[in-house]
């Protein structure tokens, strides 16, 4: 079964590789942005 399987090749996985870090970047700035904009939110709400 192992026989069948086309593995990808070196330039492919370090493509990859280095777009799933790029995008897993983009999403942890985007998470982190949104996290201190709702803590901003909330402080102005309970007076902080």
Do not use: K, Q
């Amino acid at each position: 079964e192992l026989r069948r399987v086309t593995w990808p090749t070196r330039e492919e996985t370090t493509r990859l590789t280095i777009m799933v870090v790029a995008v897993s970047a983009v999403i942890g700035v985007f998470l982190g942005l949104v996290d201190m904009g709702f803590s901003r939110l909330v402080g102005v709400f309970i007076g902080d």
